[in-house]
């Protein structure tokens, strides 16, 4: 089985998309990540739900959870305004995380080690030009459909 039998349709934001409702995106199709693509519809990033998770709670109680049981739940339950006025861009680790693409003749294993080896709950399936540019989103390889094809399942 190659990548580009594996791809799916899946849902992308723009880097410049509005930030909450990306979440809202996320959340409401209890999506494990978001592509990311560029202005010409080309992944630039992906963005893991545990990102958008981080990028909700506040830096304090990051550095010492303790402090999380000192919010109550009405202040807890305004956590997204965090997200009020910021882009996509802004929600991606200042630390590029490394964007796993593959080839669309990729087999499922090299898809699978790839996507082991940057950890990531996506594969972006993109075909290049003679140069090696991204040229076009085939679709998205997801961990979970990747779990089910190499255990036979589907």
């Given at each position: 089985?190659?990548?580009?039998?594996?791809?799916?349709?899946?849902?992308s934001v723009g880097i410049d998309s509005d930030a909450l409702d990306a979440a809202r995106?996320?959340?409401?199709?209890?999506?494990?990540?978001?592509?990311?693509?560029?202005?010409?519809?080309?992944?630039?990033?992906?963005?893991?739900?545990?990102?958008?998770?981080?990028t909700l709670v506040p830096d304090y109680v990051i550095e010492d959870p303790a402090l999380a049981a000192l919010i109550d739940e009405k202040?807890?339950?305004?956590?997204?305004?965090?997200?009020?006025?910021?882009?996509?861009?802004?929600?991606?680790?200042?630390?590029?995380?490394?964007?796993?693409?593959?080839?669309?003749?990729?087999?499922?294993?090299?898809?699978?080690?790839?996507?082991?080896q940057v950890r990531s709950p996506l594969v972006a399936v993109v075909e290049t030009d003679e140069r090696g540019r991204r040229t076009r989103l085939i679709g998205v390889i997801t961990a979970s459909h990747l779990v089910n094809r190499l255990l036979g399942e589907t």
């Open positions: 089985m190659r990548a580009r039998d594996l791809a799916v349709d899946y849902p995106l996320m959340a409401g199709q209890q999506l494990p990540a978001l592509l990311v693509v560029d202005a010409g519809g080309v992944p630039a990033a992906i963005l893991p739900a545990s990102q958008m998770v981080k202040h807890a339950d305004r956590l997204g305004w965090a997200l009020a006025g910021r882009r996509v861009g802004d929600c991606l680790p200042a630390k590029a995380l490394p964007l796993p693409v593959a080839d669309p003749d990729d087999t499922a294993l090299e898809v699978a080690a790839l996507m082991a």
